[in-house]
């Protein structure tokens, strides 16, 4: 099994930059994309940004392009999530999502997921 920890959360103003980071453990596998995913209260899952294995390729919703950058440390078993030039549109609870084959954008490709990690953007 394969665990995931999300840290990194927390109240910024708009326009302020927050870092997320996911660490996995356990059983870990390599070749996988990882993938950044948000909900917001009363709203479904959205997916947010996805990277595959090497670190070459990403996807970005139209949202967060521009402002989000995903990255990983394959050596530490870690994905990031650098979030700039937030908006309160943002708010939401933050998952990082794992999955044995390459970047994907839909939930229900992802295989692993982490609890969740509280981002609040005040006005």
């Known amino acids: 099994q394969v665990q995931l920890v999300e840290s990194g959360g927390g109240l910024v103003q708009a326009g302020g930059s927050l870092r997320l980071s996911c660490a996995a453990s356990g059983r870990t596998f390599s070749g996988g994309a990882m993938g950044w995913f948000r909900q917001a209260p009363g709203k479904e899952r959205e997916f947010v940004a996805t990277i595959n294995w090497s670190g070459v390729d990403t996807y970005y919703v139209d949202s967060v392009k521009g402002r989000f950058t995903i990255s990983r440390d394959n050596a530490k078993n870690t994905v990031y999530l650098q979030m700039n030039s937030l908006k309160p549109e943002d708010t939401a609870v933050y998952y990082c999502?794992?999955?044995?084959?390459?970047?994907?954008?839909?939930?229900?490709?992802?295989?692993?997921w982490g609890q969740g990690t509280q981002v609040t953007v005040s006005s």
């Open positions: 999502a794992a999955r044995r084959r390459g970047i994907a954008t839909s939930p229900l490709a992802y295989d692993y």
